[in-house]
């Protein structure tokens, strides 16, 4: 009887191991939240095309320097580390996503008679070279959230830097909106750069 009793227990062990293992007797592990990056700034504040000032742009590069290469959304800690929330991440490689923004910011400055993609056949007269220094959750000052984007935009005539600035931008990102808050962060870094041209 004890033999019996001994198997029976083993038994249900290992009926139940594969369903805990699985998580189906564990809390609900929450989703991961896939963020966007867009541009955000008012389309009615642009300058027109016509009274561009410099040629045709080609988006030749767009480099996000590590750590915040990675999927993960980088955060920076008081301690000086950086950390990646396993619950944010980007929608796709943050490169990918601010291919989109860099056009969409040259677009509306209004300086470039057009801009290209870099798959587009277009002879183009300038290309455009973006290293992104910083993309992050800044999380160093006690109780604040904030999204950080420092840029380096350059302007590349022939085979020549024609121009070289960089753009910062920040946004509060406490309500936990952090496509929202990226997305502000990054377009006025680009607004900065693209001032200075």
Request: charged share 20%; hydrophobic share 50%; net charge neutral.
């Amino acid at each position: 009887m004890k033999t019996a009793l001994g198997k029976g227990f083993v038994r249900s062990l290992l009926l139940l191991s594969p369903l805990v293992l699985a998580g189906c007797l564990t809390s609900r592990v929450p989703e991961v939240a896939c963020w966007n990056i867009e541009y955000t700034a008012d389309a009615a504040t642009a300058a027109k095309a016509d009274d561009a000032r410099l040629g045709i742009v080609r988006v030749s590069q767009v480099v996000v320097r590590a750590p915040y290469a990675a999927k993960g959304i980088a955060v920076l800690r008081a301690n000086g580390t950086v950390a990646f929330d396993p619950y944010n991440e980007y929608a796709a490689g943050p490169a990918a996503l601010l291919k989109g923004v860099v056009s969409d910011a040259m677009v509306a400055s209004g300086l470039f008679k057009a801009v290209v993609s870099e798959s587009s056949s277009v002879k183009a007269s300038l290309l455009a070279e973006v290293t992104v220094t910083r993309l992050a959750i800044d999380c160093r000052e006690e109780g604040v959230r904030r999204a950080s984007a420092e840029l380096l935009l350059q302007l590349v005539d022939g085979r020549e830097i024609s121009a070289a600035v960089k753009g910062a931008g920040a946004a509060d990102a406490a309500d936990g909106n952090y496509g929202a808050a990226l997305s502000r962060a990054v377009t006025d870094a680009l607004a900065a750069a693209l001032g200075q041209l």
